[in-house]
């Protein structure tokens, strides 16, 4: 559901596409560039998490706040062609990732999963893991659908390896050496996007503008009532506008 009262919109030039509250913070989103599926991790101040999935290409929410039987040892890794990778933790006191599940977000089941590895990084060529238990480490190419061994790799192969990097654009922050005047922009097509801080009720608050041609086609706050400089902004992805609102709510535009 869309807080209107927070925003104003030229509905003539910008397309609202998709919005939607969680209930807990917005904690990690990862793209799929090749299903244009965007998936998120959600994590509560009671200990859960929980993930959601939204599909633009078809437009259609996959699923809402999704639990596995896991309820908080467990993080968002990454997505590619509608299979999103989630790992666990060691335990409750370790950051150390450990172990992989493989969902089918379509299918909405998991179609292959292992304890006993770590992701190392997701590559065009496949799923780099190695086993925490083997020191040094020892890599291994997993296939994407089945998680069956491709072949192992070196340090030296893994250098070579293409990084399956999102195709995004991002604002450059412009620096001020008043922090509240520093700002977030970017130029695409004939649009201007800019991020930026003002005062209200004596509260600070990040706002969002996009112009064309100075003309204010879309205005709405980032983070309201905030304390301290915060570097949240947005995405460009497949001609959508994507922000996190109050840490709560993903909206994306048609830009």
Request: charged letters at 25%; proline letters at 2%; hydrophobic letters at 40%.
């Amino acid at each position: 559901m869309v807080n209107f009262g927070s925003m104003s919109t030229n509905k003539d030039t910008l397309k609202l596409l998709y919005s939607t509250q969680s209930d807990g913070i917005i904690w990690k989103l990862q793209l799929d560039n090749y299903s244009e599926i965007l998936i998120w991790e959600i994590r509560s101040f009671d200990k859960k998490v929980s993930f959601s999935a939204y599909d633009f290409k078809h437009q259609t929410e996959l699923f809402n706040h999704f639990r596995f039987e896991e309820e908080w040892l467990i993080g968002l890794v990454g997505v590619k062609n509608g299979i999103a990778y989630f790992h666990g933790y060691e335990s409750e006191f370790s950051p150390v990732q450990k172990g992989i599940i493989a969902f089918d977000l379509i299918q909405k089941k998991i179609i292959w999963q292992n304890f006993c590895i770590s992701v190392q990084g997701i590559f065009k060529e496949g799923m780099v893991v190695f086993d925490s238990r083997v020191s040094p480490r020892k890599y291994q190419l997993l296939d994407f659908k089945t998680g069956s061994v491709i072949q192992k790799i070196n340090i030296e192969e893994l250098n070579h390896l293409k990084v399956d990097f999102p195709q995004i654009q991002i604002p450059e922050m412009i620096s001020s050496p008043n922090i509240w005047e520093t700002q977030h922009r970017l130029k695409a097509k004939d649009l201007d996007f800019i991020v930026s801080y003002e005062d209200q009720n004596q509260s600070k608050h990040q706002k969002l503008e996009v112009y064309k041609n100075h003309e204010l086609l879309l205005s709405d706050y980032l983070n309201k009532e905030i304390k301290k400089l915060s570097f949240d902004t947005f995405l460009l992805w497949h001609d959508r506008l994507i922000y996190i609102r109050n840490k709560r709510e993903i909206v994306s535009y048609l830009v």
